[in-house]
Every structure is written in C-alpha cells, then in structure tokens.
C-alpha cells in the first residue's frame, strides 16, 4: 500500500529541503559530511519523518546518499562526475538554446540584453561590495543564462537544466572560482548574446560548450592544486 504523508509532514519536508539543498549548493556542508536525522530535527522543529522525506528528496536530486539503515550523507565531488556533468550541461544546453532562437520573440531579446546588462555592471569589486543573495555575482550569472534559453517553452527541459545548473555552481564554490580569473568571461557572455540576437544557433552552439569546458577546466586545475597541497 502507497502511504501519503499528511500535508503539514510535507511542508515541513519541503521546508528541510530547500534550506538543506541550499546548503550544500553554497558548499556550506562538505561533501561526504553525514547528515543527522536528529540534529536537523532540532534545527528545523519538525519530526523525524518530515527530515527523512525531505533528506529523500536531495537523493533524488543527487545531492545527497542514503546509506544502508544509516541514514545519510551529502553526496562525494570528483573530477569524472564533473566532467560527465559538464558534458551532459552542453548537450542539454544546445538544445535549449536552439529551441529558444527558433521561438524567441522581442520580449526574449529584451530580457537578454537586460540581464546582460546587470551581469556586465557586476565587476568583482562591485560584488564584493554588494550584499544579499539577489545581487551576488552567481545569481546575476544564472540570470543571465536562464535568459538565453527563457524562449525554449519546455518545461521539462527548464527542470533538467536546472538541476545540472545548480550541480555545476556547487563544483565552482567548492573550488572557490571567482568570476575575475584570466578569463575575459564577460567577453565570453558578450559572444553568447551577440550569436544569440543575431539567430547563430550553429554559433551558439560552439560558444557554449567553450564556455562550459573552461569553466570546468578552471574548477578541476583548482581542484588538482588542492589535492596536491593535502598531500
């Protein structure tokens, strides 16, 4: 028999997931570190059940591990996840994005050209200087991507993106990547809004798995050194 649990258990799941979820995206929790039943049950005031749904929930989205009757743990990083997460990112991307300059209407490239806008204006100094989530560089960033394909109109493609968008940004703040490396990255966004508006989806297309493999090229020499300065 399917057991439902009751609507307040999964508010309070949802609830536990999302600040969790938040947690370990913003590379507050360390991969690998367990995730105690208890002590989210007493941070959060919710019952044992609402913790292990919503701890479910992060399995589901391969952020976190359920171990064998031992509760759970955040999911591991390594340089091959990395790397098939990227590959899967481009190819999904490509798609999105083909979709989108076939559909995309004024409104689409006003909603470009002004997140382009907003993303260009945050210099690392200015973001250093800036506070609350809404206006750090990573969200500014996001902003700008979701804008580029915000005319693909699928939303199981939004859903997918999402996640391996969010996997993605958890590597770059574990290996601590600030946007004002060598990189020319606003040089790199300038070139993807530029192909998008001129309707280059062959163009986009190239532009954005360079864009996608020197980030995660960044992340893992970032990595690499770490790992050589433990040993």
């Known amino acids: 028999m399917i057991q439902i649990a009751p609507p307040a ?27 105690h039943v208890a002590s989210l049950v007493e941070r959060f005031g919710v019952s044992q059940g609402a913790v292990r749904e919503a701890l479910s929930r992060l399995v589901a989205d391969g952020l976190a591990v359920a171990l064998d009757q031992k509760g759970f743990r955040v999911a591991d990083v390594s340089i091959e996840d990395l790397r098939d997460l990227t590959e899967a990112r481009i190819e999904l ?58 005319a693909a109109g699928s939303d199981w493609l939004a859903r997918f993106r999402e996640t391996l968008a969010a996997q993605s940004e958890r590597y770059r703040k574990l290996a601590v990547v600030r946007p004002d490396g060598p990189r020319d990255v606003d040089g790199e966004h300038r070139g ?26 960044t992340v893992t020499l970032a990595f690499e050194k770490r790992e050589g300065a433990a040993t």
């Open 9 to 35: 258990q999964k508010s309070q799941s949802l609830t536990v997931a999302i600040a969790v979820r938040e947690d370990i995206l913003e590379a507050r929790l360390e991969p690998g570190s367990r995730l």
């Open 93 to 150: 991307e490509v798609v999105a994005l083909r979709r989108a300059i076939a559909r995309g209407d004024a409104a689409w490239e006003g909603r470009i050209l002004a997140a382009y806008h907003e993303l260009s204006k945050a210099t690392p100094a200015a973001v250093e200087q800036l506070r609350g989530e809404m206006v750090a560089w990573g969200v500014l960033h996001r902003r700008f991507h979701d804008a580029l394909v915000s």
């Open 192 to 217: 993807l809004m530029d192909a998008v508006l001129a309707r280059d989806a062959d163009r986009c297309a190239v532009l954005i798995e360079a864009h996608f493999r020197a980030t995660t090229q």
